[in-house]
């Protein structure tokens, strides 16, 4: 049996962000990226949890890094919870490590 890759079965609204749920991947990036648009506090700095996500590659720190600019541009920040060993290795192995974990 496939995934669900709907958007509502890949991202959950919390009240300071959104939980992430299921493959975050080159082919699934896009699937968070518009479900993102319908989840962002309209106020304050948004909690993204990772605690979901089952399967990641750079897709994932890209999306990052769009969503801390998309944040900034609206004088905010954002708060990544439970980031997938495998992505803070590929930071690290980027150099950019410090950028997710701060």
């Known amino acids: 049996m496939k995934p669900d890759l709907t958007p509502a079965a890949m991202m959950q609204p919390t009240p300071t ?3 992430l ?4 991947t080159i082919a699934t990036a896009s699937v968070y990226v518009d479900a993102a648009r ?3 506090p309209q106020e304050g700095d948004a ?3 990772f605690a979901g996500v089952t399967e990641a590659d750079s897709a994932a720190l890209a ?3 769009k969503w801390q600019r998309d944040a900034e541009k609206k004088g905010h920040k954002i708060h990544c919870l ?3 060993a495998n992505v803070i290795a590929l930071a690290k192995l980027y150099g ?3 950028l997710i974990t701060a």
């Open 21 to 24: 749920a299921g493959p975050l």
């Open 63 to 65: 999306l990052i890094f």
């Open 38 to 40: 319908a989840h962002w």
């Open 17 to 19: 962000g959104f939980t």
């Open 47 to 49: 909690v993204i949890d």
């Open 82 to 84: 439970n980031i997938p």
């Open 96 to 98: 950019v490590d410090n």
